[in-house]
């Protein structure tokens, strides 16, 4: 992939979009494979490649310069913004969206945040698109003070952009090193964005997680539901469920599967999506991961586990370890803490994994591995 940002040196987060895609994914596979021992007769199953670029279907920009000139993008080492709208990574409906979204911070004269002098009210513009091309589009301000002024200017920007289902403002009036506050307005009467995979709809909120590449996300789901399938187990649990991703396309008739997640809103979403595709044996529940299994009277066949970069953590790790579950799908966004969780689950062996280049031209991955007790 080509960037005249990188090759400018305004950006270099993409920090291997030098090496040929191809020797980008030998090097994850390698990488992977290294930190994770398999049991003999193991299988590693072939890396699943990604788009090179226009990949990534949220974008979370940095709001720069001024009201009348904003920059959308990142900030340099000292405070000022870096415009990188045309960045290669973001979807296509994304980058066709913020040169609008310019517009509406122009119009509504809303002075972006500068960090050196702490002054301002707009941080970030978070943009999401769906698979069907539908767009969330989030204001993080600092106050309240010029929500007015977005109501005003919104109806501009929905004619200018059709496809917008989701408008709101997240309040975060913390000069930290934080994107999101607690507080989000809502500012359309659609509330959530259709995520549609594998003939599932995912409702996403506005502080809802959803993996950022569509079509490498398709593809961990589908792996998931075909280990589920063969392993055929009678109960299942899905720590960490987020909107359900895992847990509604690893369901079937007459195999009850429970999500377990922190956030309530992710539930809801969960819930909806359940409840549209008539998938009753599944129960989605708000609660910590490791407290609902530390509790539970009795543990499932079957464990998914899909945890934030720091890994399951110790105590979860001890409870599947002396627990009663049989297999375990693990995925995870840094292999280095799925290997420090496996260390700690002795009994389990890696049957089979997969490298997923979610995140091509960087280093970042997601592998899924299928544990098997065997102790």
Not at 45 to 72: C, D, F, H, Q
Not at 146 to 156: F, K, Y
Not at 166 to 181: C, D, F, M, T, Y
């Amino acid at each position: 992939m080509q960037c005249s940002y990188y090759d400018a040196g305004l950006c270099r987060s993409c920090t291997i979009i030098e090496t040929p895609y191809p020797a980008q994914l030998a090097e994850k596979d390698r990488r992977v494979r290294e930190l994770l021992p398999l049991a003999t007769g193991s299988a590693w199953l072939p890396p699943v490649p990604s788009p090179e670029s226009r990949y990534r279907n949220k974008a979370k920009m940095v709001v720069g310069g001024s009201a009348a000139s904003p920059t959308l993008g990142i900030l340099d080492e000292q405070g000022r913004g870096i415009d990188l709208r045309e960045c290669g990574i973001c979807s296509p409906g994304i980058v066709a969206a913020l040169p609008h979204i310019s517009n509406l911070i122009t119009a509504a004269r809303i002075t972006p945040y500068d960090v050196p002098s702490r002054r301002g009210e707009l941080k970030y513009v978070l943009a999401t698109e769906s698979p069907d091309g539908e767009l969330m589009i989030r204001f993080v301000l600092r106050s309240a003070l010029l929500l007015q002024a977005i109501r005003e200017e919104l109806p501009t920007l929905q004619r200018a952009l059709p496809a917008i289902r989701v408008v709101s403002v997240n309040l975060q009036p913390e000069h930290k090193a934080i994107i999101e506050g607690a507080e989000e307005i809502a500012l359309t009467d659609q509330q959530t964005l259709s995520m549609r995979l594998g003939g599932i709809d995912l409702h996403l909120r506005p502080q809802s997680f959803f993996q950022t590449n569509t079509t490498v996300a398709g593809e961990l789901y589908a792996q998931a539901r075909e280990w589920v399938r063969e392993l055929s187990p009678r109960s299942t649990w899905d720590l960490y469920c987020g909107v359900g991703g895992f847990a509604l396309h690893v369901a079937a008739p007459g195999t009850p599967v429970t999500g377990i997640e922190i956030s309530g809103d992710a539930i809801a979403s969960a819930r909806s999506s359940a409840a549209e595709a008539g998938l009753d044996d599944v129960r989605f529940e708000v609660g910590d991961a490791t407290q609902f299994a530390l509790s539970a009277p009795q543990a499932p066949e079957l464990v998914i586990v899909n945890p934030p970069r720091r890994g399951i953590g110790a105590e979860l790790a001890q409870w599947l370890e002396k627990s009663d579950v049989r297999h375990v799908i693990y995925s995870s966004c840094n292999p280095v803490t799925l290997a420090k969780d496996l260390a700690a689950m002795p009994s389990f062996t890696v049957s089979a994994a997969r490298v997923l280049d979610m995140f091509p031209q960087t280093m970042h991955l997601e592998a899924i591995t299928l544990l098997e007790r065997t102790a």
